[in-house]
């Protein structure tokens, strides 16, 4: 009897220190930030660090792989980071991955930056789209030196390279891995997320000393309002649902009946909320102009000039609609040519099929009427298809015309053609 009560005590005793030891073992949120930076980026952000804080984590890490983004967001980010108590890991992840831009940015104002071999961070001096299709940089100091200070305040607050952090900015510095740790950076140099928190274990951060090595890695799953969000966010998606409304409508205001008045506002709305509703004014007054020129070529006889501004203005608009512009998006130059390449390309396919039908509209206006390509052939029978007392109508090939009888006729008797026209002429058999 004693003897089972000793099993029974020791039991126990194995029992309460292993549940003392899962509930002593840390926990580590992680989230990704890959992609473009978005409106939904910044939500995506707040929600894991609540949620991060509700678990009482032992860290956050930011899973870094972006060519950069929207700057307000981007700033909104920062914040985030630095009103939470919990510790921030920015970790440029995985292999191959890029954190150009504003994600550089986000890598220099976390507590603990690191990046996985073969990855690139740089690439953050702002640039902006010429009228010839290629970028040069922003000469707005105002801006620039506001970047500049940030950066630099950041990569000090943390104990990194500040002159570093300021070329990121001024010449579009970029450094890999190894030359990001050997130009004190980022702390350090992990090929994946086990090895950096075994690495980290041990490092002060936000006045606590991290206990990472071991600990629990949660993903954070954005809830269905925000995947929608960040789909509908993506810049190319949200610049294509736009374009593809405005094109909608045109066709439906041209072809009202077909529904596709329906799919313009329907594309419209969405592109509206994936792009925060922040729309370039200008850009857009010159596509609805051309808009309203192409329509108004569809109703008149200007041989296509309407239809050929109408296009330029939707071109034009179309390029300045490409959002990616600074000081609003901060990404490289090579990510703004390959954003406006995709979008004037639908806008050329567009405006061919639209040239297409307006010279059908004019091969149809100037084809002669049709009564007068009829061959004509006199003594051809019709059937009155009414009364003609003397006007009605009759079937004449297969087809209804207007006729005029010499004298009345009833309605399903047969006359005989004696004259073509606009309006036969007949006569009762």
């Given at each position: 009897?004693?003897?089972?009560?000793?099993?029974?005590?020791?039991?126990?005793?194995?029992?309460?220190?292993?549940?003392?030891?899962?509930?002593?073992?840390?926990?580590?949120?992680?989230?990704?930030?890959?992609?473009?930076?978005?409106?939904?980026?910044?939500?995506?952000?707040?929600?894991?660090?609540?949620?991060?804080?509700?678990?009482?984590?032992?860290?956050?890490?930011?899973?870094?792989?972006?060519?950069?983004?929207?700057?307000?967001?981007?700033?909104?980010?920062?914040?985030?980071?630095?009103?939470?108590?919990?510790?921030?890991?920015?970790?440029?992840?995985?292999?191959?991955?890029?954190?150009?831009?504003?994600?550089?940015?986000?890598?220099?104002?976390?507590?603990?930056?690191?990046?996985?071999?073969?990855?690139?961070?740089?690439?953050?001096?702002?640039?902006?789209?010429?009228?010839?299709?290629?970028?040069?940089?922003?000469?707005?100091?105002?801006?620039?030196?506001?970047?500049?200070?940030?950066?630099?305040?950041?990569?000090?607050?943390?104990?990194?390279?500040?002159?570093?952090?300021?070329?990121?900015?001024?010449?579009?510095?970029?450094?890999?891995a190894d030359r990001a740790l050997e130009y004190g950076v980022v702390e350090q140099v992990s090929p994946d997320l086990e090895s950096l928190l075994r690495e980290a274990e041990g490092r002060a951060a936000k006045n606590r000393t991290l206990n990472t090595s071991g600990a629990e890695i949660v993903y954070f799953q954005p809830d269905p309002r925000l995947k929608v969000l960040l789909i509908l966010s993506n810049p190319m998606l949200a610049g294509l649902l736009m374009l593809i409304g405005l094109y909608a409508l045109i066709f439906g205001i041209s072809n009202p009946g077909l529904g596709a008045e329906v799919l313009g506002i329907v594309a419209l709305a969405l592109g509206l909320i994936g792009s925060g509703f922040d729309v370039n004014l200008g850009a857009l007054f010159l596509i609805m102009l051309g808009m309203g020129l192409i329509l108004a070529e569809l109703h008149?006889?200007?041989?296509?000039?309407?239809?050929?501004?109408?296009?330029?203005?939707?071109?034009?608009?179309?390029?300045?609609?490409?959002?990616?512009?600074?000081?609003?998006?901060?990404?490289?130059?090579?990510?703004?040519?390959?954003?406006?390449?995709?979008?004037?390309?639908?806008?050329?396919?567009?405006?061919?099929?639209?040239?297409?039908?307006?010279?059908?509209?004019?091969?149809?206006?100037?084809?002669?009427?049709?009564?007068?390509?009829?061959?004509?052939?006199?003594?051809?029978?019709?059937?009155?298809?009414?009364?003609?007392?003397?006007?009605?109508?009759?079937?004449?090939?297969?087809?209804?015309?207007?006729?005029?009888?010499?004298?009345?006729?009833?309605?399903?008797?047969?006359?005989?053609?004696?004259?073509?026209?606009?309006?036969?002429?007949?006569?009762?058999?």
């Open positions: 009897m004693a003897g089972r009560l000793l099993a029974l005590a020791a039991l126990l005793v194995i029992l309460l220190a292993s549940q003392a030891g899962s509930a002593g073992a840390s926990q580590v949120l992680a989230v990704s930030l890959d992609e473009t930076i978005t409106p939904a980026s910044d939500d995506v952000v707040e929600v894991a660090i609540r949620e991060a804080e509700a678990l009482g984590a032992e860290a956050v890490v930011i899973l870094l792989d972006t060519p950069g983004g929207g700057l307000d967001e981007t700033i909104n980010i920062i914040g985030l980071m630095d009103r939470t108590e919990i510790p921030i890991i920015g970790y440029v992840y995985p292999g191959g991955a890029q954190a150009w831009s504003a994600g550089t940015l986000i890598l220099i104002s976390s507590d603990l930056a690191a990046m996985a071999p073969n990855t690139i961070i740089g690439s953050a001096q702002p640039v902006r789209l010429t009228p010839t299709g290629g970028t040069e940089p922003v000469n707005d100091t105002k801006t620039n030196n506001a970047i500049v200070a940030l950066i630099e305040e950041k990569a000090r607050m943390h104990g990194r390279n500040t002159t570093a952090a300021r070329e990121f900015v001024l010449s579009n510095l970029n450094l890999n008149s006889h200007s041989m296509g000039v309407l239809a050929v501004a109408g296009f330029v203005c939707i071109l034009v608009g179309t390029v300045l609609f490409v959002p990616v512009s600074f000081p609003n998006w901060y990404l490289p130059g090579d990510y703004q040519r390959s954003m406006v390449a995709l979008f004037v390309i639908p806008s050329l396919i567009a405006g061919g099929f639209f040239a297409f039908a307006i010279y059908k509209v004019a091969q149809a206006r100037l084809r002669p009427p049709y009564y007068q390509t009829v061959e004509q052939e006199e003594g051809d029978l019709a059937v009155a298809v009414d009364r003609l007392a003397p006007r009605g109508y009759v079937s004449y090939r297969g087809e209804y015309w207007l006729a005029d009888a010499e004298e009345p006729v009833e309605k399903g008797q047969q006359v005989r053609v004696v004259e073509k026209g606009k309006v036969l002429k007949v006569r009762r058999l």
